[in-house]
């Protein structure tokens, strides 16, 4: 039986994902050709990166707004490089917001590029909440910050107000919730975390605030060329893409973001609650920043470990073992995570009271 995977990335997708894409390795739309067999530049596969560019504006409600969605290679950490090349002013600086081991790395690869400004850390409290009350320096080139913090289990609800271009890593949450999109400038994220395989990168970018930092960008790292390129500017990760497509698929076919938002908000709800209620365990975030996606939690007697591990593990549980730098356990629900899978996470923490 398929087990109930709760690892934080690569992750679930929806089965039928897995099963249509399996297809397609075989026998790609009756072509009897594979998928990953047939050039980048056939009809076949530019209707799907075209349909699947296409697919992620509508979802986001960024259709006709200036926006255009790439697919890139890289990995969100690529990206971490790329922001700065193609935004950061020569001589300029650009202001982050350090909410966790990601916002970090996208700064290290920043200060390569100019004056990187700190505008708040919760580094001094091992990340367990969004720092608020930070101003952010008019001058700067771009303000980014990360959506959800994956290791440390918190979440971003409201996003401060700027002037300045918006840049959001939301790799860990892309899809799982609505918001109002158009208020960041460039949105990126790993494609293993909510999309799709690992090998692609989404990157959506509002075209009027590229070519203004004077610098001269290698092609393969210019967003202006990808899109010139219509995301073909070398050979894509197809294999990545056609899932990324069938996720989205999927996704609309659920109703959209606001749909699974709903599914989202209900598995979060019943795990917390679950956390909160049963005196044997501990939240790690502070409430107000719980993230919908990955809940971060501890045993309170750590004695308690190899019994809890093995009553999980017996229930068909995977993946739940938390990062390194918080311990206890990280549950990450993505928008494949069913609500059923939560209930048997849940229903073992009950049983635990039971036995110890
Ligand atoms: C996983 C993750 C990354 C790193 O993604 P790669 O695609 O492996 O480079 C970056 N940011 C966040 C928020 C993540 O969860």
Redesign the pocket.
Known sequence: MKKHNYSA?PCILPQEVFEKSAQAVLNFNNSNLSLLEISHRSKDFVAVMDEARSLVLELLGLEGKGYQALFLQG????EFVMIPYNLMKVDGKAAYLDTGT?ANNAMKEAKLFGDTVVVASSKEQNYNHIPTEFSIPEDASYFHC?S???IFGTQIKSFPKTNLPVVC?M??DIFSRSLDFSQFDVIYA?A??NMGAAGA?LVVVKESILGKSGRAIPSILDYEKHIKAESMYNTPAVFAVYTCLLTLQWLKNQGGISAIEKINEAKAALLYAEIDRNPLFKGTAAKADRSTMNATFLLQDETHTPIFDRMWKEAGISGLPGHRSVGGYRASMYNALPLESVQVLVNVMKELEKVV
């Open positions: 990335g990995g969100a950490s690529l990601w990360t959800n913090n994956t890593d790799s860990s790993g293993q975390k990168t």
